[in-house]
């Protein structure tokens, strides 16, 4: 960075006193960090642009520091003693309690790994850009949002041809609501798995897991909306 900044003009001398390579560390950790925020954020995810550059500058800076303080200790000698890895192998533990709040449980379901990992690696480019590593941090950014741009098509195909979902129904027992529709999914290209059944008030609450194509998930729910027998139907 210090030698793009002088070739295009800039004296060494202003470069330094003004730590401008520092600042153009931190700009491009920043562009990258908001590169990725951008296609989360227009994904609706809670971990947008803001939080995206914020770690990835926050990194740079802490790693930029760590090779600072390296530098110095070397310096001063036997005084003080010189490992620019310790104050940025921190980072890591810290980005994971970040990630730990980003992934929520309920339900049998876990949600916000995605997050948390784009997070995760939002880190090791910050890192990168602090350690002067620029084409290995460019070149990690495409590959996230080629991940996260183009995967997620393939992932929408392949759940509309196979997809797992887990639901819930409250069932009236004096009726035949579920046997009905274990019927009715027999007769397609689904899979049913009962999981639980128990007695919750008046009602018997199924909850079970179904295997199978999109449009088939779709004709349950309308199924068990129209089922009479069935006072709540949920999807966990």
């Given at each position: 960075?210090?030698?793009?900044?002088?070739?295009?003009g800039?004296?060494?001398?202003?470069?330094?006193?003004?730590?401008?390579?520092?600042?153009?560390?931190?700009?491009?950790a920043?562009?990258?960090?908001a590169?990725?925020?951008?296609?989360r954020?227009?994904?609706?995810k809670?971990?947008?642009?803001?939080?995206?550059l914020?770690?990835?500058?926050g990194?740079?800076?802490?790693?930029?520091?760590?090779?600072?303080?390296?530098?110095?200790?070397?310096?001063?000698?036997?005084?003080?003693?010189?490992?620019?890895?310790r104050?940025?192998?921190?980072?890591?533990?810290?980005?994971?309690f970040?990630?730990?709040?980003?992934?929520?449980?309920?339900?049998?379901?876990v949600?916000?790994?995605?997050?948390?990992?784009?997070?995760?690696?939002?880190?090791?480019?910050?890192?990168?850009?602090g350690?002067?590593?620029?084409v290995?941090?460019?070149?990690?950014?495409?590959?996230?949002?080629a991940?996260?741009?183009?995967?997620?098509?393939?992932?929408?195909?392949l759940?509309?041809?196979?997809?797992?979902?887990?639901y819930?129904?409250?069932?009236?027992?004096?009726?035949?609501?579920?046997?009905?529709?274990?019927?009715?999914?027999k007769?397609?290209k689904?899979?049913?798995?009962?999981?639980s059944?128990e007695?919750v008030?008046?009602?018997?609450?199924?909850?079970?897991?179904l295997?199978?194509?999109?449009?088939?998930?779709d004709a349950?729910?309308?199924?068990?909306?129209?089922?009479?027998?069935?006072?709540?139907?949920?999807?966990?």
């Amino acid at each position: 960075m210090h030698d793009f900044l002088v070739s295009i003009g800039i004296p060494a001398s202003v470069v330094a006193a003004l730590k401008l390579a520092s600042l153009g560390r931190l700009t491009l950790a920043a562009l990258l960090g908001a590169t990725i925020g951008l296609e989360r954020e227009l994904a609706g995810k809670p971990a947008g642009l803001r939080t995206t550059l914020l770690i990835c500058v926050g990194a740079a800076m802490f790693t930029e520091l760590s090779l600072s303080l390296a530098f110095l200790a070397q310096g001063a000698g036997d005084a003080l003693r010189a490992d620019p890895a310790r104050l940025a192998a921190q980072i890591i533990p810290g980005i994971g309690f970040i990630g730990a709040g980003a992934i929520l449980h309920g339900r049998g379901r876990v949600t916000g790994l995605t997050t948390a990992a784009t997070l995760w690696v939002v880190t090791a480019i910050g890192i990168a850009v602090g350690a002067g590593a620029y084409v290995e941090a460019i070149g990690t950014t495409i590959m996230v949002l080629a991940t996260l741009l183009l995967l997620r098509r393939v992932e929408g195909l392949l759940r509309r041809r196979l997809s797992h979902r887990r639901y819930t129904a409250a069932i009236n027992p004096e009726t035949a609501a579920f046997e009905d529709l274990v019927e009715a999914l027999k007769q397609r290209k689904v899979e049913l798995k009962v999981e639980s059944m128990e007695k919750v008030g008046h009602d018997v609450e199924v909850t079970f897991r179904l295997v199978g194509p999109q449009h088939e998930h779709d004709a349950l729910v309308k199924h068990m909306l129209r089922e009479k027998g069935v006072r709540r139907f949920t999807r966990n």
